[in-house]
């Protein structure tokens, strides 16, 4: 994994598989013969023993044009977005403090590849059910939708996406004076903005 610059670098490997796990829901890029396409969709990571994200997992309608795109050019980029969210000055004691972003990101450069198996796309659905629905109260199960799981089957295509390169920038706060820190926090918690200030206090290790 390459490193983002300055403070802003993952502690580990395990905060990019935080980051895709609490967050799945990324953009799918793709260019070739001059184009760009992009379709959002859920993907899951496959880590391993060194918990590294390895691939991407996921799945396309077989009538987005981008499976055929992808076919050609298998090489694409995955976009990840964390919490994030604007810090306004006027939180501040110190009002000459500038307005910034904070958020979490990564971009994951992949070479992706289509499997036609059945029994494939069934766990793959199985897998990604389960995770989205665990801890939910009366939590749903593929089984529930009975014959229509197998006819919305046929019309989605699975891919699994190796892992080549990614960047991954946790900008949280970590270069803030410890008074400023405080003053966004606060203004986070007011604002009603949790997931941000939870992952600014996680990845800063501040309390």
Do not use: C
Request: charged share 25%; no cysteine.
């Amino acid at each position: 994994m390459a490193p983002a610059p300055g403070p802003f670098a993952p502690r580990s490997d395990l905060d990019v598989v935080s980051l895709v796990r609490e967050q799945p829901l990324a953009w799918l890029v793709s260019a070739g013969e001059g184009a760009f396409m992009s379709t959002l969709l859920p993907v899951m990571p496959v880590l391993d023993e060194r918990h590294r994200i390895t691939h991407l997992r996921g799945h396309l309608s077989r009538r987005n044009d981008q499976v055929a795109h992808l076919k050609r050019y298998p090489r694409a980029r995955i976009l990840v977005l964390g919490p994030h969210g604007y810090v306004s000055p006027s939180w501040m004691h110190d009002r000459t403090q500038a307005p910034t972003w904070n958020y979490a990101s990564a971009a994951f450069d992949v070479n992706l590849g289509f499997s036609e198996d059945v029994a494939g796309l069934e766990a793959h659905l199985r897998h990604m059910v389960g995770t989205m629905e665990a801890d939910r109260p009366q939590s749903w199960q593929v089984d529930e939708m009975g014959p229509r799981m197998q006819r919305l089957a046929r019309g989605i295509i699975a891919f699994e996406a190796e892992v080549l390169a990614v960047e991954a920038r946790f900008k949280l706060g970590q270069d803030e004076r410890d008074d400023v820190f405080a003053d966004i926090l606060s203004g986070l918690e007011r604002s009603g903005d949790d997931a941000l200030a939870t992952w600014m206090r996680r990845f800063a290790d501040r309390n």
